[in-house]
């Protein structure tokens, strides 16, 4: 009897999912470039707090916000080993940039770190 009613109410489940994702706005591409870093960041330096580095564009409150990880800091990363990440001090470095609040972070000084 319970099976039934999962497979009758899982086709809702997956419409609901869809909606919501649908009704949240799409992602740009520099968003996900960003994701993606931060989640390479997020496996070779366990020492960065991924919620520190912000990937998305919001505005409001006199603030604009844009994600910090640029796509050339982005393909620096994930060209780097995480040894050589650790290596050359970029885990150390990004962690410490990541330490000011969202509107204070550099995408320049960012981008400097991940890329040296």
């Known amino acids: 009897m319970r099976s039934g009613l999962f497979h009758r109410s ?7 999912v869809v909606g919501v994702a649908l009704s949240c706005g799409e992602i740009t591409e520099d968003e996900m470039v960003c994701e993606e870093a931060v989640a390479r960041l ?9 919620r520190r580095i912000n ?44 330490l000011a609040p969202y509107q204070f972070q550099s995408r320049e000084e960012i981008e400097a770190e991940a890329c040296r």
């Open 42 to 50: 997020e496996s070779c330096c366990p020492e960065i707090d991924p």
């Open 10 to 16: 899982t086709p809702f489940a997956v419409m609901l």
């Open 55 to 98: 990937c998305v564009f919001a505005q409001g409150c006199n603030t604009e916000l844009a994600p910090v990880l640029t796509s050339r800091a982005s393909e620096c990363l994930g060209e780097a080993s995480c040894a050589d990440m650790r290596d050359r001090g970029i885990c150390a470095g990004i962690r410490q940039l990541s």
